[in-house]
């Protein structure tokens, strides 16, 4: 396991992001296609990023590899956000952080584009529980999210 050290996340946080992914986990795919299709809405040049949807003929919401992508980063990001507190710091398996870090390294993901995903997921959750928003909601995930990217941007670097 890859770690970093973890700014104070609270437990009162720890409960927000907990309670929240509960209520949304049932609807993983279609809300981690909402926050891809929010991001490209955002920045469209994100599109190009991803190697599937460069030579896609299909428009981009119907792109077979596209959900199955989304769903699986927005689970990623969302469990990594559960386990915080708990663990103490970002818990992805290391291998994983690994290939994370490389693959954004090999992809030319700048700091704009961590940015625009943070935004995109804050506005994915607070529509898919508007009841629970709140300030300290978007608090919490926010420096969730932060700390994952960190964890990420540690192993940006070309693969040996």
Known sequence: MSTLELKDFTEEQEALVVKSWSAMKKNASELGLKFFLKIFEIAPS???????LRDSS???EQNP?????????????CESAVQ???????????????KLGATH???????????????????????????????????????????????????MKPTS
Request: glycine residues 4%; aromatic residues 12%.
């Open 46 to 52: 994100a599109q190009k990023l991803f190697p599937f």
């Open 84 to 98: 915080l507190r708990k663990a103490g710091k970002v818990t992805v398996r290391e291998s994983s952080l690994k």
């Open 105 to 155: 390294f090999k992809y030319g993901v700048v700091d704009e584009h961590f940015e625009v995903t943070k935004f995109a997921l804050l506005e994915t959750i607070k529509e898919a529980v508007p009841e629970m928003w709140s300030a300290e909601m978007k608090e919490a995930w926010g420096q969730a999210y932060d700390q994952l990217v960190a964890a990420i941007k540690t192993e």
């Open 65 to 77: 590899k596209l959900k199955p992508h989304a769903m699986s980063v927005f689970i990623m990001t």
């Open 58 to 60: 299909v428009p981009v």
